[in-house]
């Protein structure tokens, strides 16, 4: 490692962080199992180094000669990813995008803006906003996470259900790949060139190569936003409202469907009790807009939804972005998660049931419920959360293992796919496997082995060993 270590500073110079402070802060993400380790004075250990690249051609260096050396190398946006993307091992250098970022083209012509990797989601959203213009992807963690963090992870953003998830609006990448070499894929607007490279960077979680710069597709701000809520008997009941609406072709930006406890949760003043609070943002030109918002109240009415005050929209747009941190809980010896699925319309009501009566007996349990907050013409994702307390904390990770593995296992028995938008991490690989079956596996495995023949990038993450 040492003569690592001269390489790199010697290519870096202050780039180059060995100082236990920069080690500690990057030996993992948000996973809250790792949490739980650290508040138990167990971490994940530090890595060798930190290295922070101000330009492609340095995180070439960095990647060439870890490469040469046969070095881990393990790739760091905003820390937080929630699935153990990022784990810290005394032999890998951690390679930090912090200083990839900054806008570095914008088009207002071609609605096209090219960002560093480590832009901050929330430092590229007021960059455009300056200019009359949005991402429209707004993860609930846009003041955590990277640019190059949402490709990595494919992620969602709250208004996807009318702008899309990140996939849909990435137009082209620069991946520095293992051994160092420069790639860039995709031209916009579209192409048929033959498989997609982009895709193979999309969800590869640090596992095919450091992506450096992400150039995407832009919209103007709407004009108009309109807000409407409804509640419903319960979120089976209400799920047949949302699949009416997309499949008649009304895409409103934000819908979600929440059930009766998270509706008591977020929505007490509007909801009432033991109901399921259905939200909806329509935004965009004027008379389209208005047209939609029409078309939702007959439709959702159409199917039970009762209309309620749309003073519920405003108070989750307001308070979206605040989530309790794991800590609290953890402290407190509680053990929680979210778990994020997705499945087709013939089958979402029983994966909620599904899933709800798997957790029902595991001891200690306190709280499962779900929402729904991504939404299709052919299906919808379900966010579980669950919350337990064990008799004895030593059962934290064991109950922990035990909620993950019964949601995800009655996921795929109703023909379910087990991530919508965290990925995989360490938390689903087996779960991945499972999905996947023996031929994919093995495709994700040739196409490692090809990228990354000497296996160093961020090994331990997406595939099982
Ligand atoms: C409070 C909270 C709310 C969240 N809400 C959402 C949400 O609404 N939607 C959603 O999709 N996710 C959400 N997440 C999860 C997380 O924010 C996303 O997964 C996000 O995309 C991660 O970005 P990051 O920059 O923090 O990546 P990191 O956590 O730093 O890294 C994530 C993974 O990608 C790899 N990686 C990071 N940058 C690069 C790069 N440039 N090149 C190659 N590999 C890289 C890392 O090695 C790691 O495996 C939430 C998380 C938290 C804590």
């Keep these: 490692m040492t003569d690592v270590v001269d390489r790199l500073r010697a290519e870096l110079g202050a780039g180059l962080r060995t100082d236990p402070e920069a080690r500690a802060a990057h030996r993992r993400d948000t996973w809250v199992l790792s949490e739980l380790r650290e508040l138990r004075g167990e971490p994940p250990p530090d890595p060798a180094a930190v290295a922070e690249p101000a330009t492609t051609g340095e995180a070439a260096a960095v990647l060439r000669i870890c490469h040469e050396a046969g070095v881990p190398v393990v790739p760091f946006g ?133 992506v450096t710069e992400v150039e995407l597709s832009l919209r103007r701000l709407p004009e108009l936003r309109l807000p409407q809520a409804f509640h419903f008997e319960s979120l089976p009941a209400g799920l047949p409202a949302i699949r009416e609406l997309l499949q008649v072709g009304i895409h409103p930006p934000v819908v979600r469907l929440y059930d009766p406890p998270e509706s008591a949760r977020h929505f007490a003043s509007w909801c009432p009790e033991g109901r399921a609070m259905l939200i909806l943002l329509h935004k965009g030109p004027e008379a389209p807009t208005r047209a939609a918002a029409e078309v939702a109240l007959r439709q959702v009415g159409a199917v039970g939804g009762v209309a309620a005050d749309p003073a519920a929209v405003e108070h989750w747009l307001e308070h979206r972005n605040r989530v309790p941190g794991f800590r609290g809980f953890l402290e407190r010896r509680i053990i929680l998660d979210t778990i994020e699925v997705a499945c087709a319309w013939s089958r979402v009501g029983e994966l909620y049931r599904r899933v709800l009566d798997a957790l029902a007996p595991v001891p200690g349990l306190l709280v499962a419920s779900a929402h729904s907050s991504h939404s299709y013409r052919s299906g919808t994702s379900l966010y579980f959360t669950f919350a337990a307390r064990p008799e004895d904390p030593a059962e934290m990770p064991g109950l922990y293992r035990t909620c993950w593995e019964r949601t995800l296992t009655e996921t795929l028995a109703v023909g379910g796919t087990v991530s919508h938008h965290h990925g995989i991490g360490r938390v689903r690989r087996e779960a991945l496997a499972r999905e996947l079956g023996p031929e994919g596996v093995a495709l994700l495995r040739g196409l490692k082995r090809a990228l990354d023949p000497r296996g160093i990038m961020n090994p331990g993450v997406l595939i099982p060993d």
Excluded at 101 to 115: K, M, N, Q, T
Excluded at 153 to 178: C, H, K, N, W
Excluded at 184 to 207: I, K, Q, Y
């Design 78 to 210: 905003g820390g937080s990813g929630v699935c153990g993307g990022i784990e810290g091992r005394p032999d890998a250098v951690v390679v930090s995008t912090r200083r990839l970022r900054g806008l570095r083209r914008l088009s207002a012509e071609d609605l096209l803006a090219r960002f560093g990797a480590g832009t901050g989601g929330m430092e590229a959203e007021q960059v455009l906003e300056e200019c009359g213009l949005t991402l429209g992807h707004w993860p609930q963690s846009i003041e955590l996470s990277t640019v190059g963090g949402w490709v990595a992870t494919r992620a969602s953003g709250q208004f996807s259900t009318a702008y899309g998830s990140i996939e849909d609006l990435v137009v082209a990448l620069e991946v520095v790949l293992p051994g160092g070499r420069v790639l860039e894929v995709g031209r916009g607007p579209r192409s048929a060139n033959g498989p997609d490279l982009r895709h193979l960077f999309l969800g590869s979680e640090g596992t095919l190569g450091l």
